[in-house]
Structures are given as structure tokens and as C-alpha cells.
């Protein structure tokens, strides 16, 4: 089975420039989620979708960044315009939202973006 | 709010050493635990999971169990390989039903181990 599908693998860009990540999550998990890692902050949640629906984006840092989830299976990270601070290993990651038993969320192999 | 605490590496071992990696959680609820794995280059995968107060989650001769008098959940190993070389992530997801709000993961800042042949 195919698993989460993130694009770009690699990003250089220029500060000022847009950025849009992508990701496709696993066929049938109903919840999405964007991660940031960087060395100084570790993992961090930036949004979270359940159901195409966004749930908490109390970690997305600032208005820069914005997420969308059109349809189960898209969902897109963009960051305009972007900043050398923002340099990070992107990760989106999704899971099958159920009652008991806890839930395992699955990762991309993540966006490594790098602001110059 | 909830939290994962893992002790700070980096760590290096030889070959088949014994292996521990320490985490404690506070959690309003009542959590699920996990162990992620990171390889060099790569995203995280999941290596091993517990849902319930003694339960103990094991793969590939990891083991770790699910204490909720003392909120931990270890990771351990017998016998460590090269190959086991990454950084190990300790996280929790809260559950509704135990009176979290979702199912975010939060995570704990991660342990680098290198293993030597």
C-alpha cells in the first residue's frame, strides 16, 4: 500500500518567494497532520485536519503559513512569503480517526525546505 | 497541557550492548504511547505502541511497557545493531474518552543513538 505522499522532497528557494508543500495521505485515514522539525524545536504540530475539516492550528507560527485540505485525499502547506527562519524538514502525517484503542499516525518521508 | 520528557543524547553504544532510553509523560488524560524512528534522510516510522497501563509494545527486540504509576514508558533493547543507528522519538496521543480533547501527537525532543561495529 502506498503510504503518505509528500512533494517537493527538496526545496531551495529564495526569501520572498511563495513556497506550497503537498501532501496525499493514505487511502481511507480521515485525519491529517502538518509537523515542522527543526534542530533547535524538535517536532512541532502546526495544523491539524479530522475529516477535511481543520481542527487546531494553534501551531502554525504566524500568517505566513496557511493549510488547506480540499478533499480527503490533498492537502496543501504554504508559506508566503518565506523567511530563512522557516528552513525546516516539513512533515505531514495521517491517521484513521477511532474510539478506542488509540490511533497510530502514519509520516511522509517529509519536504526539506531550505530558505536562502 | 501534555508532555513527553526523553532523556538527551546523544547516545553511543557498541555492538550488542543493552540499550535504554527513558521517557515520562504528563498527560490530563489517560494516553496512548508510542516510539517513532527516524533514520538519516527519512520520515518517522512507528516502532512500537501501548494503550493501556501495563501493556507492553515490542518490535524488532524493542521493547518498552506502559507505567502509569511512575508515567513512563522506556524503550529497551537486549542487544543493539549498527543498523539501529537513528533518532527515537517518545510520544503520546490524548483520546476523547479519556478526557483529551483529539488524538494529536505530541512529542519528545528525540534521541539520537549510534551503535559501532
Known amino acids: 500500500d502506498a503510504g503518505v505522499i509528500q512533494s517537493p522532497r527538496h526545496e531551495v528557494t529564495e526569501m520572498g518567494q511563495e513556497v506550497t508543500l503537498r501532501c496525499k495521505p493514505i487511502?481511507?485515514?480521515?485525519?491529517l497532520f502538518w509537523y515542522r522539525q527543526t534542530m533547535m524545536r524538535g517536532l512541532e504540530l502546526l495544523i491539524y485536519?479530522?475529516?477535511?475539516?481543520?481542527?487546531?492550528d494553534s501551531g502554525m507560527p504566524e500568517d505566513r503559513f496557511s493549510a488547506k485540505m480540499p478533499n480527503a485525499s490533498f492537502s496543501t502547506l504554504k508559506i508566503q512569503p518565506s523567511e530563512p527562519r522557516d528552513s525546516a524538514v516539513y512533515f505531514c502525517?495521517?491517521?484513521?480517526?477511532?474510539?478506542?484503542?488509540?490511533?497510530?499516525?502514519?509520516f511522509g518521508e517529509g519536504s526539506w525546505l531550505t530558505v536562502v | 497541557g501534555d508532555s513527553v520528557t526523553q532523556m538527551e543524547g546523544p547516545v553511543t553504544l557498541s555492538e550488542e550492548a543493552f540499550l535504554t532510553i527513558n521517557c515520562t509523560y504528563t498527560?490530563?488524560?489517560?494516553?496512548?504511547l508510542f516510539w517513532y524512528v527516524q533514520y538519516p534522510g527519512e520520515g518517522l516510522q512507528l516502532l512500537l505502541k501501548?494503550?493501556?497501563?501495563?501493556d507492553k509494545g515490542s518490535n524488532k527486540g524493542f521493547e518498552a511497557t506502559y507505567r502509569k504509576e511512575t508515567t513512563s514508558f522506556h524503550l529497551e533493547k537486549g542487544s543493539v545493531q549498527v543498523s539501529d543507528s537513528a533518532v527515537y522519538f517518545c510520544?503520546?496521543?490524548?483520546?476523547?474518552?479519556?478526557?483529551?480533547?483529539?488524538?494529536?501527537?505530541?512529542f519528545g525532543k528525540g534521541t539520537l543513538l549510534t551503535v559501532n561495529p
Open positions: 501501548a494503550t493501556k497501563a501495563d
Open positions: 502525517a495521517s491517521s484513521i480517526r477511532r474510539g478506542l484503542g488509540g490511533n497510530t499516525i502514519y
Open positions: 485536519f479530522n475529516n477535511n475539516v481543520p481542527i487546531d
Open positions: 498527560a490530563t488524560g489517560y494516553p496512548s
Open positions: 510520544a503520546l496521543s490524548d483520546r476523547p474518552d479519556s478526557g483529551g480533547s483529539n488524538y494529536k501527537l505530541t
Open positions: 487511502s481511507g485515514h480521515n485525519s
